[in-house]
T-cell receptor
Framework: GQNIDQPTEMTATEGAIVQINCTYQ??????LFWYQQHAGEAPTFLSY??LDGLEEKGRFSSFLSRSKGYSYLLLKELQMKDSASYLCAVRDSNYQLIWGAGTKLIIKP | ETGVTQTPRHLVMGMTNKKSLKCEQHLGHNAMYWYKQSAKKPLELMFVYNFKEQTENNSVPSRFSPECPNSSHLFLHLHTLQPEDSALYLC????????????FGQGTRLTVV
């Protein structure tokens, strides 16, 4: 079966760095996505990786290793507004998006 | 604001009711999706429409019936639902199915009593 694993919840301190991991087992691979979802709001697109390596976008970076079926989202200089759920999703060989259950990130002052 | 609008935002319905969820996008996208989001569970893809044609139906019960009258509008008709159908229903769109990014609406919080 297809599976996306990510931690259920993480806690970090304002101003610090946090890494959210995602491992996947899918039938084929056509890219990995990270979305941010604040409580009661729509998921919004953060990043897309299709090749191995690190993609940096401001305070957020996303890393992919296809051989290991592994990705992480790195958030630097954490702000209170970063408190949200972070969803990892992989597009399989049929271009279907397979989603993880999300990681709830709690930022403390 | 993502450009995808869903109504209503909240809905409470009895098991014998019939209701419809509406999704609208004017982004010029050709693919539209219905997802179900339950607490602490992955997003579940329910239906996909590509150029107004339904391409996926992931074993969704017939009490959920989608309708796509044009490329800008998507409906989800609900009838004789069960309490376990209570969830957040999200609509999304993308320029095409193979596109890198999907734009989500804020969802309809459905409670079945």
């Amino acid at each position: 079966g297809q599976n996306i694993d990510q931690p259920t919840e993480m806690t970090a301190t304002e101003g610090a760095i946090v890494q959210i991991n995602c491992t996947y087992q899918t039938s084929g691979f056509n890219g990995l996505f990270w979305y941010q979802q604040h409580a009661g709001e729509a998921p919004t697109f953060l990043s897309y990786n299709v090749l191995d390596g690190l993609e940096e976008k401001g305070r957020f970076s996303s890393f992919l290793s296809r051989s290991k079926g592994y990705s992480y989202l790195l958030l630097k200089e954490l702000q209170m507004k970063d408190s949200a759920s972070y969803l990892c999703a992989v597009r399989d060989s049929n271009y279907q998006l397979i989603w993880g259950a999300g990681t709830k990130l709690i930022i403390k002052p | 604001e993502t450009g995808v609008t869903q109504t209503p935002r909240h809905l409470v319905m009895g098991m014998t009711n019939k209701k419809s969820l509406k999704c609208e996008q004017h982004l010029g996208h050709n693919a539209m999706y219905w997802y179900k989001q339950s607490a602490k569970k992955p997003l579940e893809l329910m239906f996909v429409y590509n150029f107004k044609e339904q391409t996926e139906n992931n074993s969704v019960p017939s009490r959920f019936s989608p309708e796509c009258p044009n490329s800008s509008h998507l409906f989800l008709h609900l009838h004789t639902l069960q309490p376990e159908d209570s969830a957040l229903y999200l609509c999304a769109s993308s320029p095409k199915m193979e596109n890198t990014e999907a734009f989500f609406g804020q969802g309809t919080r459905l409670t079945v009593v």
